[in-house]
C-alpha cells in the first residue's frame, strides 16, 4: 500500500491543524493506520494509531486530549485533528499501516509514506 500525507505547515502555538493520509490500497478498511512523528535531532516516535474498525486508538501521552485520529475508508483516507498545538509538536509528521492488530513500535509498520512537516511557532 503506498501513502501519501498532507496537510503540514506553519501554525501558531495554540493553534490547529488536520493532517491527511491517503492510501491506494483497494484494501486499505484491513490496515491499522498510525501516526508517527520526528522532530529535528531525535527519534521517530509513535502519536496514535486507529485500527481497521475506527473504534480502538492508542494515544502517547504528550498528545492525549489534543490529537484525535479518525479514518473514513471509502475515501481510503485517515485523519490527523491536531488541537491546541505546542512548540514542543513541531516534527515531520508520517503515517504509517500495518495488518493485524495495532502497535507503537516504529518496526511495526511496513507501509510509511513520506512525512508532512508541521512548523508551531511561539
Known amino acids: 500500500v503506498q501513502l501519501q500525507a498532507s496537510g503540514g505547515g506553519l501554525v501558531q502555538a495554540g493553534g490547529s491543524l488536520r493532517l491527511s493520509c491517503a492510501a491506494s490500497a483497494a484494501t486499505f478498511s484491513m490496515y491499522v493506520v498510525a501516526w508517527f512523528r520526528q522532530a529535528p535531532g531525535k527519534d521517530r516516535e509513535f502519536v496514535i494509531a486507529i485500527t481497521s474498525n475506527g473504534i480502538t486508538t492508542y494515544d502517547a501521552d504528550s498528545v492525549k486530549g489534543r490529537f484525535t485520529i479518525s479514518r473514513d475508508n471509502a475515501k481510503n483516507s485517515v485523519y490527523l485533528q491536531m488541537n491546541s498545538l505546542k512548540t514542543e509538536d513541531t516534527a515531520v509528521y508520517y503515517c504509517?499501516?500495518?495488518?493485524?492488530?495495532?502497535?507503537?513500535?516504529?518496526?511495526?509498520?511496513?507501509?510509511w509514506g513520506p512525512g508532512t512537516l508541521v512548523t508551531v511557532s511561539s
Open positions: 504509517a499501516a500495518r495488518t493485524g492488530i495495532s502497535n507503537t513500535a516504529v518496526s511495526a509498520y511496513g507501509y
